[in-house]
């Protein structure tokens, strides 16, 4: 989650500078309640960039955005001017509303996280609290907060919950760290608060939920469909990365896709899956190069690869799905920047670029990272000073 301090480090590791915490409250797109054509996220878009009033404008500082809709509400985290994290819920009007835990701590890389919503405007997310440690929590759409904790989750600073995704029955899927630093995934019941733990049959390395490239995490999604299907990945004892789906009923079935290493950092990382069941994603091959993946639910895999580069900077990943199958993501061009893109059900491919996205390599660029069922793409784009800006691409 944004509040943890190795997670923190996404951006600094993407960006090779960045000095700061940067918060990631991770993970997941809600499902949404009515499907767009397959082509019209690729229909005359807008993008608007944007930042949410108190955001620092230091490097590492800025506007996240975390989750959309389908009313294309999103909701995210800022870093403030003193490094702390805050969240945020923007209406499609622009309508902003800030929130904090009362539990969050104020020191630097602490704070609170939005990291998804559902159709009726409940929110799951994280907070830090002053001794380092991630806790769950959910927002009613009341402004209600309840906290919660993984099973087992360690109490110790880095460690502790993060809900990722929730889907329209409010369900929150996610993962916590244990005392000895290994992660597993959960999820939560929404009527009785139950939580349950998910842990990959051949996870040796931990189970997780959100996309590592390696050890950098992103937000991706949806985590869980309507139906309740959820996916991730697991590590294995190299390293390797290796994609599950998990049905209602606990069935884990493992995946790996045609063409993934089997090297450390090196495989298949399941990102999101779709009221239908297909599921999108990312691998990396023995060359150690990213390609995007779509997975039918008869298992079929094809390759997404955006952009004619074929050097390690230029690779490829898939971050979202929506119900209508389009999906989007980011790839490094010429330059090693990330550029974004839009792809069809059909496979119509649509590159674009933020306002005030950076054009240096590094991590500097446009994230889409999230696609509801009306075709908005929200992500983040991190500029040549190494700031972080929100934005949404509606069609």
Same mark, same amino acid.
């Given at each position: 989650? +944004?509040?943890?301090?190795?997670?923190?480090?996404?951006?600094?590791?993407?960006?090779?500078?960045? &000095?700061?915490?940067?918060?990631?409250?991770?993970?997941?797109?809600?499902?949404?309640?009515?499907?767009?054509?397959?082509?019209?996220?690729?229909?005359?878009?807008? =993008?608007?960039?944007?930042?949410?009033?108190?955001?620092?404008?230091?490097?590492? %500082?800025? =506007?996240? #955005?975390?989750?959309?809709?389908?009313?294309?509400?999103?909701?995210?985290?800022?870093?403030?001017?003193?490094?702390?994290?805050?969240? *945020?819920?923007?209406?499609?009007?622009?309508?902003?509303?800030? @929130?904090?835990?009362? !539990?969050?701590?104020?020191?630097?890389? %602490?704070? =609170?996280?939005? !990291?998804?919503?559902?159709?009726?405007? #409940?929110?799951?997310?994280?907070?830090?609290?002053?001794?380092?440690?991630?806790?769950? *929590?959910?927002?009613?759409?009341?402004?209600?907060?309840?906290?919660?904790?993984?099973?087992?989750?360690?109490?110790?600073?880095?460690?502790?919950?993060?809900?990722?995704?929730?889907?329209?029955?409010?369900?929150?899927?996610?993962?916590?760290?244990?005392?000895?630093?290994?992660?597993?995934?959960?999820?939560?019941?929404?009527?009785?608060?139950?939580?349950?733990?998910?842990?990959?049959?051949?996870?040796?390395?931990?189970?997780?939920?959100?996309?590592?490239?390696?050890?950098?995490?992103?937000? +991706?999604?949806?985590?869980?469909?309507?139906?309740?299907?959820?996916?991730?990945?697991?590590?294995?004892?190299?390293?390797?990365?290796?994609?599950?789906?998990?049905?209602?009923?606990?069935?884990?079935?493992? *995946?790996?896709?045609?063409?993934?290493?089997?090297?450390?950092?090196?495989?298949?990382?399941?990102?999101?899956?779709?009221? &239908?069941?297909?599921?999108? /994603?990312?691998?990396?091959?023995?060359? +150690?190069?990213?390609?995007? @993946?779509?997975?039918?639910?008869?298992?079929?895999?094809?390759?997404?690869?955006?952009?004619?580069?074929?050097?390690?900077?230029?690779?490829? @990943?898939?971050?979202?799905?929506?119900?209508?199958?389009?999906?989007?993501?980011?790839?490094? +061009?010429?330059?090693?920047?990330?550029?974004? @893109?839009?792809?069809?059900?059909?496979?119509?491919?649509?590159?674009?670029?933020?306002?005030?996205?950076?054009?240096? /390599?590094? /991590?500097? $660029?446009?994230?889409?990272?999230?696609?509801?069922?009306?075709?908005? #793409?929200? $992500?983040?784009?991190?500029?040549?000073?190494?700031? #972080?800006?929100?934005?949404?691409?509606?069609?």
């Amino acid at each position: 989650m +944004n509040l943890n301090p190795k997670e923190a480090t996404m951006l600094v590791q993407q960006a090779q500078a960045l &000095a700061g915490a940067i918060a990631l409250a991770l993970l997941g797109a809600a499902s949404a309640a009515s499907a767009a054509e397959p082509d019209e996220a690729l229909v005359k878009p807008v =993008t608007t960039t944007f930042e949410i009033a108190g955001s620092g404008t230091a490097e590492g %500082q800025g =506007t996240e #955005v975390l989750n959309i809709n389908s009313a294309g509400t999103l909701v995210g985290t800022y870093l403030d001017s003193s490094s702390v994290h805050h969240a *945020f819920i923007r209406t499609s009007a622009g309508v902003e509303t800030i @929130f904090d835990d009362p !539990s969050a701590g104020t020191g630097v890389g %602490q704070g =609170t996280g939005a !990291s998804a919503i559902n159709t009726a405007g #409940v929110i799951a997310g994280a907070y830090g609290d002053s001794a380092g440690v991630a806790h769950g *929590f959910v927002r009613a759409t009341d402004g209600t907060l309840t906290e919660f904790d993984g099973p087992g989750a360690g109490t110790g600073e880095s460690k502790g919950t993060y809900p990722r995704g929730i889907n329209t029955a409010g369900t929150i899927v996610g993962e916590y760290t244990d005392s000895s630093d290994v992660s597993y995934g959960f999820v939560r019941n929404a009527k009785t608060g139950k939580i349950a733990k998910i842990s990959a049959p051949d996870a040796a390395g931990g189970t997780f939920m959100a996309l590592s490239i390696p050890d950098v995490f992103l937000n +991706n999604g949806p985590l869980i469909n309507t139906a309740g299907d959820i996916v991730g990945y697991y590590k294995d004892g190299i390293g390797a990365y290796h994609g599950f789906v998990r049905a209602t009923d606990g069935t884990i079935t493992e *995946f790996d896709a045609p063409g993934a290493g089997t090297a450390e950092g090196q495989g298949t990382v399941a990102a999101g899956i779709n009221a &239908a069941g297909t599921i999108v /994603g990312s691998y990396r091959d023995s060359s +150690n190069i990213w390609h995007g @993946f779509i997975r039918a639910t008869d298992g079929t895999v094809t390759d997404i690869n955006a952009g004619a580069g074929t050097g390690v900077a230029n690779g490829t @990943f898939a971050f979202g799905i929506n119900d209508a199958g389009a999906v989007c993501g980011t790839y490094g +061009n010429a330059s090693g920047a990330a550029e974004g @893109f839009v792809r069809s059900k059909s496979g119509k491919l649509k590159d674009f670029k933020a306002p005030a996205a950076g054009t240096g /390599g590094g /991590g500097e $660029g446009t994230w889409p990272l999230l696609i509801n069922d009306a075709g908005d #793409v929200a $992500g983040f784009v991190l500029d040549d000073a190494l700031v #972080v800006h929100g934005f949404v691409r509606t069609p």
